[in-house]
């Protein structure tokens, strides 16, 4: 996995983008990666990707200024890249205590001025003191999500000094008597990013900026929870999930963008947030597991990628313990014959037969609920397996 140990927003320096904040990004300005959403509030337009219930907030020349405590404001933007971030451009008054954070809650940061503090909602809680904050002054927020480890930095832009906080998910592998350890739990930030005033007098957001580290990768690779093995993954074991074997692979011209428990319409409405801003080649998908696989719904999906002048690649979703992903698997061989498309057969690889019927218990996590025990998350074995399918399957994308 790449680590993005250089400044992940370190981009222009701190005096340019204190000096641009209020202009478009130019080709001087541009950020070395793709900018998946920019915008300037200055209060001179509409504003209707960001979204509000409560009336205690205005827009002025100076920016968004909210003044109610409690008020959360959404960017209503849906992204899951896996290694992305966002970039907050702030001004504080001396008694202002604000939160940012994903809209399922499962990802927060505060910054607190009067007490000069800066904390991750991690368990416990990761604070550090930031003795510059100074109402007189603007900041920079940035929030990075790099697979399991999320970072955070904020800086002053006058006096050019930062202070930056860093947690690593640690997954538990399976679950009940199937973890194999405790784990570390960071959030992902799901699903769209939120921030507001929890106490004092406003805060005022100037710009608001998302961006991924790439602008040009060969592939792009799209699913739920299979296709986000940092949620459940030991750290240690990681680095062999199947989805960054395929990007070691590709010598890391690649970003997954898997979100767990979710649907080929909520994949559908990620890429449309991220595949046209990121020139790749091909963009491969793994869903089905939670429902939703129709011809319809398959076919909206193969189309609205190749009309991106990219090449889907729709893989079969792995065995499971009740067998479900056999009809599902009939399905999507069905709409790849339409589009003569390819895929892996990643069901293959994970049946005790590779004929892709039973599961093979031992390539899953074993998750031991209250309600039964399943078997549908890859664990090293069966990331192993896969990706050697791809070998087999798509080896051009190699």
Known sequence: MNNLRTPFLAILTIASMLAAAARPLTAATRPAGAILYDQVLNGQGSYPDLITAEATHQYTSEGLQLTGAGELVRLNRYYSLARRSVRYHLKFESDTKAIFQSDKGDFKVWVDVPGKTISMG?????SKSVDFLDS?????LEI????QTSRVRITDLTVRASVELEATMDGPGGYGKGKVQPGYMVGLQHDYYCFGLTEGTSLTVKRITVLSPKRKVTMLLYGDSITEPEGYFPTADFPGSWTQLIIKHLKGRAISSGRGGCTIREVLERIKNELPYIKTKYVMVTIGTNGGNTEENLSELVEYIQSQGVIPILNNIPSNESGTQVAVNQMIEK???KYHIKGCKFDLATSLDNDGNKVDTT???LEDYSWGTIYHHPNLKGSRQMFQRTLVDVPEIY
């Open 335 to 337: 709409v790849r014959q």
């Open 363 to 365: 390539t899953m996590w």
């Open 122 to 126: 991690t368990d416990p809680v990761l």
């Open 144 to 147: 990075e999500r790099d697979y």
């Open 136 to 140: 007189s002054h603007e900041y920079l």
